[in-house]
């Protein structure tokens, strides 16, 4: 069935420092990735998202890469503050419907 | 500009009982969908309305039902509660053939 799996489930860093979050999906018929930002209490936040069309995407400090022949996605954070500790979730979809969710990562930056 | 709102934050109920989840999406957006967050995990699909009628369904039982309204607003119904009901519900918006839900905060429910 269709799955997303999520690595790290935790991730420490130091402030300043990158952060790197890595996602596999199962159904190749995917072909848009969003990545999430949820802090405590709150729903999940919209960050960044790539389509299959393209390989990489940046904005400021996220970046987002695409691999659609191994099915890899992955977050990549520069530079990051202590305003970025959240958890976060990728996810993948076939269209606009259903997005299937991984199981998160909470990063601390620590200062 | 208000984004997706959802009412009430926090419920409580018995278990066998039933609840109606509420929530207005952002403006402009016309298609709601509902996910259910238990602890810990990711939010799993409940299922998508637009234009009134149910688009497509994730994997739950018949117990949990929806409606969507002219004015786009939707409620989440859940019959016959079970104590793993308990979960942070979201309802999230978007435009019929955009990309890039807007989740709101969630209702958090606790089936006791």
């Known amino acids: 069935g269709e799955n997303v799996e999520q690595h790290p489930s935790t991730l420490s860093v130091q402030e300043g420092d990158s952060a790197v979050i890595k996602c596999t999906y199962s159904?190749?018929?995917?072909?848009?990735f969003p990545w999430y930002k949820q802090e405590l209490g709150k729903g999940p936040q919209l960050i960044i998202d790539?389509?299959?069309?393209?390989g990489e995407k940046k904005d400021q400090r996220i970046a987002v890469t695409l691999n659609k022949t191994a099915k890899h996605f992955s977050l990549h954070i520069t530079e990051t503050q202590p305003e970025d500790s959240a958890v976060y979730f990728c996810?993948?979809?076939?269209?606009?419907?259903?997005?299937?969710f991984g199981t998160g990562t909470r990063l601390k930056v620590l200062a | 500009d208000a984004g997706v709102t959802q009412s009430p934050t926090h419920l409580i109920k018995t278990r066998g009982q039933q609840v109606t989840l509420r929530c207005s999406p952002k403006?402009?957006?016309?298609?709601v969908s509902w996910y259910q967050q238990a602890l810990g995990q990711g939010p799993q699909f409940i299922f998508q309305?637009?234009?009134?009628?149910e688009r497509q369904r994730g994997n739950f039982p018949d117990r949990f039902s929806g409606h969507q309204f002219p004015n786009y607003s939707s409620e989440l119904n859940v019959n016959a509660l079970l104590l793993g009901d308990s979960a942070l519900y979201l309802c999230?918006?978007?435009?019929?053939w955009g990309y890039g839900y807007t989740f709101g905060s969630g209702t958090r429910l606790t089936v006791v």
């Open positions: 790539i389509r299959s069309n393209v």
């Open positions: 996810a993948a979809s076939t269209g606009t419907y259903k997005y299937i």
């Open positions: 159904d190749s018929a995917s072909n848009y």
């Open positions: 403006s402009g957006h016309d298609t």
């Open positions: 999230a918006s978007l435009t019929a």
């Open positions: 309305y637009y234009e009134e009628e």
